[in-house]
């Protein structure tokens, strides 16, 4: 079973935002709030990227091209991961994935469904 469930996604117009949400349902507190988590997309012919991740600590890492637009924040007790995203350009257009990452950066669970982002005008 996938143990993360993403959704928020939508379509928007240049310029617009749009919040992800990524939710744990099946875990309990104490093995969510240990885990690095980030969101991944992936865009029509291209390889899934990490876009941002926090930690247990609440610091967080930012790709280079969504720096300044986009937000990761979590919520412990909600077993939640959110994506803030403002000032969205066409090339944002992708789906997104939350998963949490191992030592090594690697995506540690199976992949959900992801939810898909649409910027255009």
């Known amino acids: 079973q996938v143990p993360l469930v993403e959704s928020g996604g939508g379509s928007v117009q240049p310029g617009g935002s749009l919040r992800l949400s990524c939710v744990a349902p099946?875990?309990?507190?104490?093995?969510?709030?240990?885990?690095?988590m980030g969101w991944y997309r992936q865009a029509p012919g291209k390889e899934r990227e990490l876009v941002a991740s926090?930690?247990?600590?609440?610091?967080?890492n930012y790709e280079d091209s969504v720096k300044g637009r986009f937000t990761i924040s979590r919520n412990n007790s909600r077993k939640t991961v959110y994506l803030q995203m403002s000032g969205l350009r066409p090339e944002d257009t992708a789906v997104y994935y939350c998963?949490?990452?191992?030592?090594?950066?690697?995506?540690?669970?199976?992949w959900g469904q992801g939810t898909q982002v649409t910027v255009s005008s």
């Open positions: 998963n949490a990452l191992t030592t090594t950066k690697e995506p540690k669970f199976n």
């Open positions: 099946r875990m309990i507190f104490s093995t969510f709030s240990p885990l690095v």
């Open positions: 926090i930690n247990s600590n609440f610091a967080t």
